[in-house]
Every structure is written in structure tokens, then in C-alpha cells.
């Protein structure tokens, strides 16, 4: 049996916890407390439409390339000899509810994450991890932002969640960057995307550590002192005189 919202620490049943919420705790111990242990989260920010409508685009044109069991004409550009997987638990594997699943039972946490994509090397049988993000910018595409730390951990334990199910998972993970150009002439009913392939060599060793450090926090009793570069603890601190 498992369980979501707040934590309770005496109770026996695993404990439901994403990847979000794995990097919620890693950008602020005192947000994600507020939130895991005592139910008072952060304002919901605005959805990405677009970006959910080209997430949806590119699942679909994979989708037939894995239906017919040939390499994306992406996968050939990067000169890789691999085709999008096929496996009966896909849907669900992208399912932001249920996403790929791992009970650890050291912790009672059963942990979970929605993968984009994989694919598999058809000469070393490992999965690999693709992760499809959008933008629209003029500068290079890259992966070198401070704040892209993210999407490097959310990589990473795909491929933690995956190796956790029995699966050999390459340590090299691609990012299908779709950048919206905004330097057209007309824009005619039409979005023209430019697609960078971004290699990533992940390394998942940071996982169990944090996972424990995790559950340590949300067994105490008191509350984290804010942090630092957190904005949401920086308006906590801030003292808002009344007109």
C-alpha cells in the first residue's frame, strides 16, 4: 500500500513522492517540508500550453517510428544505431500520475517519475533516457545555465528509476531542444521550430544520499530555517508595511 500528501512518520505504508518533488527539495528543505509534511505549498505557477502541445507533437511523431520499428530521422543525425522502444508499460511510463515506478524499500518511498521518451541501442540492448523541452530564444542552445541543474537531475533519476527496474540504462541521455523562431517575417498560422540534440552524461550517485537526507527531514519535528537563494523564503523574511 502507498500514500501521497502530507508524510506521516509513524505511518508503515510507502510514501508516494515524484521526481519534482525529489528537486523541490533539493532548491529549498523548508518549502518542501512546508509542503510534504505540514500541506502548505507554493502558489501553482501557469501552465505551458505550448509546450505541452509540442511535448505531444514530438510523442506522437516517435510513436510512429516506434510503431514501425525504424530510427526517428532524429536518431539517425546523431549517427546512433537505435530505435524509440516498445514495451507494454510505455503509456503508463508517461503518465505524469503514474510515470516509471520504484518502491524503495529501505525508506518506504515509492517514487515515481514521467520519462518523455526512450529509446534503445540496438548494439549494447541499454534504454536510453530523452527528455523533449521548448523554448523560444535567439542565443545557443545549451545546457550550461545554472538553472538547467534540473533538467540534468530529472535525467538522472529517469535513469535511477529505470535501472531500479531491472532495465541497463546508458549513462548518455539526449535532449530534444525544439526552439521557436521568432525572427520570421509572417508568422501565418505557423510556429517554425529549429531542433537542437543535446548529449547528456548523467550520474544518478547522488540519489540514495538525498533520498535518505529527504526523509530524515520530514521525520523532525521542527521546521528548516529558510534558505538562502529561495524567493519564496525571502518574501517570508520580508516585512510588508500596511498603508
Not at 521526481?19 to 510534504?36: G, I, Q
Not at 528548516?224 to 523574511?237: F, G, I, R, S, V
Request: proline share 4%; hydrophobic share 30%.
Amino acid at each position: 500500500m502507498s500514500y501521497r500528501g502530507k508524510y506521516i512518520p509513524d505511518k508503515s505504508d510507502f510514501y508516494q513522492l515524484s521526481r519534482s518533488k525529489v528537486d523541490y527539495f533539493l532548491n529549498c528543505p523548508r518549502c518542501f517540508y512546508l509542503d510534504r509534511r505540514l500541506g502548505v505549498g507554493q502558489p501553482p505557477g501557469f501552465p505551458f500550453n505550448l509546450n505541452s502541445a509540442v511535448d505531444n507533437l514530438l510523442k506522437n511523431e516517435f510513436d510512429y517510428y516506434r510503431n514501425i520499428k525504424e530510427p526517428h530521422p532524429y536518431i539517425k543525425r546523431l549517427g546512433l544505431n537505435a530505435i524509440p522502444f516498445q514495451h507494454e508499460n510505455l503509456d503508463k511510463w508517461r503518465n505524469n500520475f503514474s510515470g516509471v515506478v520504484y518502491q524503495h524499500e529501505k525508506l518506504k518511498l515509492h517514487l515515481f517519475g514521467a520519462v518523455d521518451d526512450i529509446w534503445i541501442n540496438l548494439d549494447s540492448n541499454e534504454l536510453i533516457v530523452v527528455d523533449y523541452k521548448s523554448t523560444s530564444k535567439n542565443s545557443e542552445i545549451n545546457l550550461d545555465a545554472d538553472w538547467q541543474i534540473g533538467y540534468k537531475r530529472q535525467m538522472e533519476f529517469y535513469q535511477y528509476l529505470l535501472r531500479n527496474n531491472g532495465f541497463k540504462v546508458s549513462n548518455i541521455g539526449y535532449f530534444v531542444y525544439c526552439n521557436g523562431m521568432k525572427n520570421k517575417e509572417r508568422f501565418d498560422e505557423k510556429l517554425d521550430f529549429e531542433i537542437s540534440l543535446l548529449d547528456y552524461t548523467g550520474d544518478d550517485s547522488w540519489i540514495e544520499k538525498t533520498l535518505s537526507d529527504l526523509i530524515d527531514l520530514l521525520k523532525q519535528e521542527s521546521v528548516p530555517k529558510h534558505t538562502e537563494n529561495c524567493d519564496y523564503c525571502k518574501y517570508q523574511l520580508k516585512t510588508i508595511p500596511y498603508s
